[in-house]
């Protein structure tokens, strides 16, 4: 069951004010206190045992307190602290930024690298049925992980536009000047009745095992098996190569189903019950189920 998607926008406004966690720029603006704080504070001789201990020892564990994971020790070429975390405000919708502290200069960069928009946001609850955030929270979680390697793949495949994959759909948008994905809308084709060019893209994907909620969590299961299916795809073709309406900017489309509902008499409106609504009388599966942005 969809949900009216007038009601979905400003649920997904609402919800994205609400939460009891920081808002975005304060969440940041804390992380970046406690550890520069820690590192004004040190005052051992600036050896790599030295420094690495003391963001193990000292910056990690209150990051831990915050409910965060910080892993100590080398990503790739790079040897330091390092930590994802979500933030959530209805200006800019829902972020994963990194947080990083480079061993041995102590250098902090701290960045966004995916955006899931307030409109990609809504998109998810009314095409999910669901009212709250947290019933997304699978969806929102397992694209970020995954958002993570598909960035690099779209940086040596050129891709202009950004499509990261769901357990039940894909967030769709942008990949940015500097690499990352600002993802605007959110689909399901599975659930339509007409031919998308987005069905043949997911059922790529379509082996995405039924992680649990600790997996989905910790986010390194989820991690490997993209990357994986990244190898493995690429042995065969590029995805760009696949889908070669990945090197075009994403493009909006307008969703015959906001139509459908403007149109629907008695149709719920945004300040209506936070229920979902069914479907209104004048409209028919075949009209629920279309795609659009």
């Known amino acids: 069951m969809f949900v009216d998607p007038r009601v979905a926008h400003g649920r997904a406004k609402f919800e994205l004010n609400r939460s009891p966690r920081l808002f975005a720029d304060e969440r940041r ?18 050896t790599r045992r030295a420094l690495m201990r003391m963001l193990s020892h000292q910056v990690a564990p209150k990051l831990e307190r915050l409910g965060l994971e910080p892993y100590v020790g080398p990503l ?21 930024f990194q947080l990083q502290v480079s061993v ?3 250098v902090l960069t701290s960045f966004s690298s995916t955006a899931i928009r307030p409109h990609a946001v809504a998109r998810c609850l009314q095409r999910n049925g669901v009212m709250a ?5 699978r969806e929102t979680s397992v694209a970020f992980v995954f958002a993570r390697a598909l960035r690099a793949l779209a940086k040596v495949e050129q891709w202009k536009q950004a499509a990261v994959p769901t357990p039940n759909g894909l967030f769709v948008g942008d990949v940015i000047d500097n690499g990352d994905f600002h ?10 009745d007409r031919a998308s060019r ?3 893209f997911c059922e790529l994907f379509s082996t995405m095992p039924a992680w649990t909620l600790s997996q989905v969590h910790d986010g390194s299961d989820l991690l490997h098996w993209m990357i994986d299916q990244i190898v493995a795809l ?32 008695g149709a719920a409106q945004p300040a209506a019950s936070e229920d979902a609504p069914s479907l209104p009388p004048a409209m028919d599966s075949k009209h629920a189920s279309r795609r659009s942005s």
């Open 183 to 192: 993802l605007k809308t959110y689909l399901r084709p599975a659930a339509s």
């Open 234 to 265: 690429r042995k065969s073709a590029a995805l760009a190569d696949r889908f070669p309406f990945l090197l075009k900017p994403y493009e909006s489309v307008d969703d015959p189903l906001d139509a459908a509902w403007q149109a629907a008499p």
């Open 198 to 200: 987005w069905s043949s």
């Open 76 to 96: 790739g070429s790079t040897e330091g602290l390092f930590v994802n975390f979500a933030t959530m405000s209805a200006e800019h919708g829902l972020r994963e």
């Open 104 to 106: 041995p200069g102590l």
């Open 133 to 137: 955030l947290d019933d997304i929270g």
């Open 29 to 46: 603006g804390k992380l970046i206190e406690i550890v520069t704080k820690s590192l004004d504070d040190f005052t051992a001789a600036p």
